[in-house]
């Protein structure tokens, strides 16, 4: 079995580099860059050059709830865009854990206020960039497609801003809310990869 992960930054996909997977799936990994442009290009030339059987999106993402925390993993049902496309699902039924609605932003959602909006308009649990973009890549390719992310900020956590002095005490806590996040993304995105069938 062949598996593609994607992830849109190095330090995301640093971890699964030092994998020791089964016999019996081969993983590719590819940086696929930041944002939905990119994440889409990157998607489909990795999609046409190893012809998976699966496409894992991994990576951080945005708490949008207030039941959200550091480290909580995401592995949506659906996805939604804010550029006006329609909702897809994706294959996440087919392995636990699967729950909610993730909404892929062409701008980084930094505020609390911005997260509150994306949640109430979009019926969304979690928010990042490019999970939907890979999502649809692996719709009109036939393969079957899921994204396991982690939070690495909560609905009530603005992110550091030079605009907002407010916020600039965030900067500190970041680091180590990164690391507990990805780590907590290589345990789940590791167990859900060997769950593939």
């Not at 605009?163 to 780590?183: E, F, G, I, K, T």
Request: charged share 25%; net charge positive; glycine share 8%.
């Amino acid at each position: 079995m062949v598996i593609l992960l994607l992830a849109a930054m190095a330090f995301e996909a640093a971890p699964f580099r030092k994998q020791d997977w089964p016999s019996d799936r081969r993983v590719v990994l590819a940086v696929t860059g930041v944002g939905p442009r990119a994440a889409r290009a990157c998607a489909e030339a990795q999609i046409a050059a190893c012809r998976p059987d699966w496409v894992v999106g991994v990576g951080v993402c945005g708490g949008l709830d207030a039941a959200s925390r550091i480290g909580d993993a995401a592995v949506p049902l659906e996805l939604v865009s804010d550029d006006g496309g329609r909702p897809i699902p994706t294959d996440a039924r087919r392995v636990q854990g699967g729950s909610g609605r993730m909404v892929s932003v062409r701008r980084v959602a930094s505020t609390v206020d911005e997260k509150r909006r994306l949640a109430q308009q979009y019926e969304a649990r979690w928010v990042d960039q490019e999970s939907y973009a890979w999502g649809t890549a692996a719709q009109a390719a036939g393969v079957p497609f899921v994204v396991v992310r982690t939070v690495l900020d909560a609905g009530a956590d603005a992110l550091p801003g030079w605009r907002r002095p407010s916020s600039w005490a965030n900067v500190a806590r970041l680091p180590a809310q990164a690391l507990l996040a990805r780590r907590h993304l290589t345990e789940v995105g590791r167990r859900l990869v060997c769950e593939l069938s």
